[in-house]
């Protein structure tokens, strides 16, 4: 049986010289607690503190990451129970067979590293995961899920994680979140984030009926505009530090008001044509600004994805299901508008991301690095893996310096993976600053400088802790 | 005279560390038999067997790799035979010469590697070539070409290519194919491929009659299908494995059936619009994969190409004579139609090349990640070259995993290189897997048993061997 | 207070071997001579020869590469006196405050080796600037502006520049140059390059009074074409190689001969329409390139950027002020007409630069690997740091060899900093060579000579100097 065991140098450069360096700079932030200024954690999943039930629905059933390379590598979803809640233990078990018989298709991915991370690290698993160990492995951890140590809080807490954003529903009660703020035996701050993308697209189906979950009098455009900065208001008043929007392209062309009213007025009759809802749309992302320059909501946008790109998956096995593909993203036109009114706005706190790679280096670093309240996000989605991260380090420090990065965000729904999502990214991070410090173009204590500054102080001043 | 010499390091990682371990892996790999699914040589070669004339004819007028370099650095095409068969004996020799004298032209690219192993490892050559050798060099290679020893089922058999795919036209009798099939001591399996890229592209001159040398009464679209169907069945009975695709752009819109009867009516009237003639085609491609589901011809698509930029030099030369330029490609989009219906069919292998390198990390490997029947394409035309072999393999494998890799395809036309380019390749993958292993990513046995998948299983498994 | 020292192997490559290979070939060519073919610097500043005012009007306020850095961390650049002359002294050395107070943010960024270089080099500061010692540098670079030494002439001969290019305008007199070219006590050749972008773009406000400052009777097409010829040619009596463009795309589609007088009617009747005038500027592009075909000037195109992205600085500050924001470039389709007619003219010299750094693999290199006119210039604007410099080494050399690189190109208003930049390039250039050296791709001495070639041979072949 091969053995699983964590190589303190994994992830850090090969050239000995440099290795030696990044691990000195490493060594300073290793411990250092977890800053998760934007993910997908439930927090109900905090507030009940429920046992995880098992291996599967632990590690595998929410983790699009892992069941796409599964499906990929020909495993149905369905026999992974995606989509689904919680399996019969069967068919749990045989889940966790496949994905340990399939270990191989993880091999390069980041998703190995994460896997093997929370593997030793939280389960003291030492073996590498295969059909013949399945079982045992299964068991090993499922007994381990039983006891308080391997419940929800008692991991917040191992994980030292001081802060950790959600992502909700603006018509959502925020009630977990509410009960979580009351509850003084939580450390770590919790918060949730304003994700209004549904509700500012008008040519949605239903979308009548969805505005009025907003509440308050949405029977008009300055009605709904008023329902929006409500119910930020209201999130803000229960923590929320960001708003998300993930639309396909980043347009924030702004209306006329008469027109954004006539078209607001279509859009309850259900008479609005797309060209009109998707005008509508991108002035409402520059409206989104405007709100983030009153409120001071720090905004993030994820946009360039084809979300769902297999409808028959999405019917059988619902979204988020690992087939939201990227399309090429354009920013530099799309955010001029947005950038013209509101890029020098004291506060303003504009968070880039791509899912497009070749945009770091052409537009969103260029960006950042003449406006103040532009940041390049972390590498997402798809990028999120070592050589995408070091593509990004190299594009958007050489234009525009470390001051501009977001800090590290993990975007995940695998509560297990954030710890060793973080720790990737501190080796990356040290070998990065490394590899400046071995050919001269920084000295070391600048480099260590920087790279808490990239762990704490980053994140904490773009996210506005 | 400077020495001409075959590193036996040469491409490994200059690390010493990661060194030494690609080269424990490619020394595993070094060896192994060829497997070559998509390239360009002429089956008659084989087939009839007859030495090779000269130099100029077996290395510099059929490779537009060379020439176009040769012609970007001041030597004229007609210089050196482009486009005309074998040449009168002075002038094959005056355009060695300027090859040779040119050779400087060459440094820092693939074509360099490619060359230097040929001439070394077929024709024994010791020395950089150069103005002042070439003579010696041609009369040294030349009098080789007369052996038995370097016709080409000589060489077929001392490269060790256990299978050799050729790209024919749908209309062709395959002849040579079927009388190498019939020829026992070949010990190779050499197979054609279905190209029927014209055929699908209703708005060319003379369409109507290019179609009837399908066979089959093509006077409805009906009539049409059946006959590309009938012609995959008779290629398949030949030994097919593959269809390959080569548009423009990677559109697979369906057509309804009354659409696209309509279209093909107007085509054979001489009378179908270039958009018409878009929309057919974007349905054939679509038609295509239908076909493949149903008779299991692997689907490669190798698009985003401007064939021909130079008008001029396709007039004197014809075409293929190096100055097919690329042109930004979007895939996400353009297959979805495809994907939707046809990505999770479990006969299709779908394996897609790209020329704009940016496509791998947004496009391709996010697909080939998700769906079953998406393999990433290895590099190809002007990406076949270390950097982006290395490029190719980051963005690929870190987002979807070594199993979703092609294999390595030499797609040339260049009879002499197809080992160098197979050799290139084991040495790019070792070295790429090595450094896997250098930083604690894999471990050792894991990047060796991925190297020989790679080698061997995967090309066999992608293109159904 | 920290030490600021230049390390003799900053930007060479880490490992040992490499790095050992690199110093043997940088050594070769650091104290070459700089031949600078494209660049921004005022031919007065040479010509008047008067001492630099003070710290800030050198080092900070012209220079948008510190300017943005600073003003994107914060600093607002009315603080830094940008767009306006030389500062009142208490304003100026606030400024300089400001920078080093913000040192910080120049890390990973190649404007902190630019600087580190000029100051360490031409003002022999050895600490690193910060709050605390800002006043201290402020009087030692100011004490040190005011002796002969550190006049413009003196460096431009320290800098021992042998070719340096301005850019004008082309109804500039060129009094300047016409004084420089008489003054024998100036060792480097000094050569306006003609930059006539204004002039062809018909859709500007004022268009038809700007285009009577060309002289000659520009009141038909016609007299329009021969004014810009004979400005050409004015411009070459004083010494221009080259012809300068940078429009937002690259398109070259000819007009007819009607249709272009047509246009230019309208124009100058101030009806001309956006849609006519975007025709008008490719037509006129395409124009240019029959000019340089003609009177052989070199046409170096700079495409791909959105002027002025922030209205509000240009309106403070004026244009250059950091804020020209790159967007997606495409030349296959927009380059086809110009070279499918002037693509293999003998008198033509095209360098394409891009600010679109997947272009490289994906256009430039593959045009420049087959045109003998075209030419890869080298990594512009906010691709010219390491990062950017080694992807464009690569992608370009390894799909196009070496002899299409344009050579370095410093493209600075910031005079202090052109060592440096040359300096940087020669360094990366040495350590790319040795990379390939390393894995026996090349013999060392071929990358001496091939390193010659790009700081010396290259630059003069390809500009004709």
Redesign the interface.
Known sequence: M?ALTL?P??????????RSIARRLYAEVQGLPIISPHGHVDPRLILDDRPFVDPASLFIQPDHYVT??L????VPLTDLGVGEGPLPEPRAREAWRLFCANW???????V??WFESSLADVFGVSE?PSAHNADALYDQIAEQLGRDSHRPRALLERFDIAFLATTDDPADDLAAHRALREDESIATRIAPTFRPDRYLEAGRPGWAELVKELGGDVGDYAGYIAALEERRRYFISLGAVSADHGHVDAGTEPLGIREAERIYRSALAGTVTPREALAFRRHMTFEMARMSCDDGLVMTLHPGI?RN?????LAAHGPDT??D????L?L??AL?PL??RF??HPNLHLVLFT????VY???I????????S?YAGAPWW??D????IRRYQ??V????????LSGFIDDTRAFCSIPARHDMSRRLDAGFLA??V??????E??AL??LTGLVVTQPREVFKL
């Open positions: 091969a190589h140098d994994r992830l850090l450069p090969a050239d000995p010289g440099v796409r390379l499906h990929s590598g020909g191989q298709l993880l091999r390069g991915t980041p190995r590293f590498r084809w790109h297999h409808p028959a998956t690992g087939h593909i990227p399309v090429a354009e530099t036109a001029q950038l013209d890029g020098t899912v497009d790679p070749d280096s052409r537009e670093a260029p960006l950042a690095g003449f406006y103040p532009v798809f990028l893996n070592p050589s995408e190299r594009a420090t050489e234009i525009a310096g470390f001051s501009r590899g400046l071995a050919e001269h173009r920084l000295e204590d600048e400088d920087t």
